[in-house]
């Protein structure tokens, strides 16, 4: 059984800055590649950022510059540093990894307001 377990959402003010983290029950490199999406309300899920298991990262435009995914292979955990948090920024953050399947956290929320 593979499991995702996320952490690290939470409440922030716009600028402020999180670090979400992203269990693995596996290896985290064997999966290929891994992502972080983000659903905000009444919106569609979207790729924020993803890496894959040679180490390359594309994000998504709106979040350029601004948050950094990388895997942590002491912890083995996926993170998403999220700095310059921007209320558009609000929503259910994902994490996502392949395995042969598509397996998916239960979402960690994080909203920016003043």
């Known amino acids: 059984q593979v499991q995702l377990v996320e952490s690290g959402g939470g409440l922030v003010q716009p600028g402020g800055s999180l670090r979400l983290s992203c269990a693995a029950s596996r290896n985290i490199f064997s999966f290929n590649p891994m992502s972080w999406y983000r659903q905000a309300p009444g919106k569609e899920r979207e790729l924020v950022a993803r890496i894959t298991s040679g180490g390359s990262t594309n994000y998504a435009d709106s979040v350029k510059g601004r948050f950094a995914i990388s895997r942590d292979n002491a912890r083995n955990t996926l993170d998403l540093q999220m700095n310059s948090l921007k209320p558009e920024d609000t929503a259910v953050y994902y994490c996502?990894?392949?395995?042969?399947?598509?397996?998916w956290g239960q979402g960690t929320q994080v909203t920016v307001t003043s």
């Open positions: 996502n990894g392949i395995i042969t399947f598509n397996y």
